[in-house]
């Protein structure tokens, strides 16, 4: 006679075979056989932590479980904002701000990872940080202090250019580049003030001078034009000129004339009464 507890369970067998299947779930969970890279992402895949020299676009990629591992890098363009100390040509003290947009070359990801670091914010801090102090210091030492503001733009580029290279060689490509502030001492930036307000008042006193000239010489030439108009009217005025303007008020006199001799009068009593009867 068999005993009724010497075979397993049905409800015994089915929870045994979950539990087998639940262990295998989180094994393969824990050893990750599948990588997934986003869009703006690198890959680079190490074996035993030796890196491989393909690089790793977008899309699913699987690996062997404990014996590689995906390593992402973000190749998207990035922003970055630094400051320091420099000095100018005329030694002056000169404090920068910059603000830069770089990333990382998709086709140096590999390089990057073996020479630098494993993500691209240790890359950057270990690059482009002193890169960008170097760059500002070595070309700033290059202008004066005066220069640095004048000649913003060719300061501007000349740093970037600079910049750029240096980047370059590290698999790192600089987008854009800006000086969001050049800060000197206080005494220098009020002589700077000084120097321009004397320059705009150099340039009003002499435009000042200008239009003073301009009209002394407007109101010479207009004398001078007056008085050569009078010396010619009386170089044209001659005796027989004269008689000639007499005889023609003479004539307009008559031609107006009606006929009637004037009435010469003093208070109510007739002085001098014409009429033409007796």
Do not use: C
């Not at 998207?76 to 420099?86: C, D, L, S, Y």
């Not at 070595?138 to 000649?151: G, K, N, Q, V």
């Amino acid at each position: 006679m068999k005993s009724l507890n010497s075979e397993p369970s049905t409800g015994a067998r089915i929870f045994k075979v979950v539990a087998i299947v639940a262990a295998v779930v989180v094994a393969l969970s824990a050893m990750n056989p599948v990588s997934v890279i986003s869009a703006g992402e690198r890959g680079v895949k190490t074996t035993f932590g030796k890196p491989d020299d393909e690089v790793y676009g977008p899309g699913i990629h699987f690996k062997i479980p404990l014996a590689q591992r995906m390593h992402v890098m973000d190749v998207r363009i990035q922003k970055g904002e630094g400051e320091g100390n420099a000095a100018s040509r005329d030694l002056q003290s000169v404090h920068t701000r910059i603000a830069i947009n770089y990333h990382l070359d998709p086709s140096r990801v590999v390089d990057v990872f073996r020479n630098i670091g494993p993500t691209t914010d240790i890359a950057a801090e270990r690059i482009i940080l002193p890169a960008v102090q170097e760059a500002v210091k070595a070309i700033t030492a290059r202008f004066t202090a005066e220069e640095l503001i004048t000649r913003r733009t060719e300061v501007r580029n000349e740093i970037g250019e600079l910049l750029k290279e240096k980047m370059r060689r590290h698999g790192l490509v600089l987008d854009e580049f800006a000086i969001v502030d050049f800060a000197f001492s206080r005494a220098f930036s009020e002589a700077i003030e000084a120097k321009v307000r004397a320059e705009q008042e150099k340039l009003k006193a002499e435009r000042d001078l200008l239009r003073i000239e301009v009209e002394a010489k407007q109101k010479v030439t207009s004398a001078r034009a007056e008085a050569e108009a009078l010396a010619l009217q009386r170089q044209q005025i001659t005796a027989d000129l004269l008689a000639l303007r007499r005889v023609e008020n003479e004539r307009e006199a008559i031609r107006k004339w009606d006929g009637k001799l004037p009435n010469v009068t003093s208070g109510a009593v007739p002085f001098v009464n014409v009429d033409g009867t007796r």
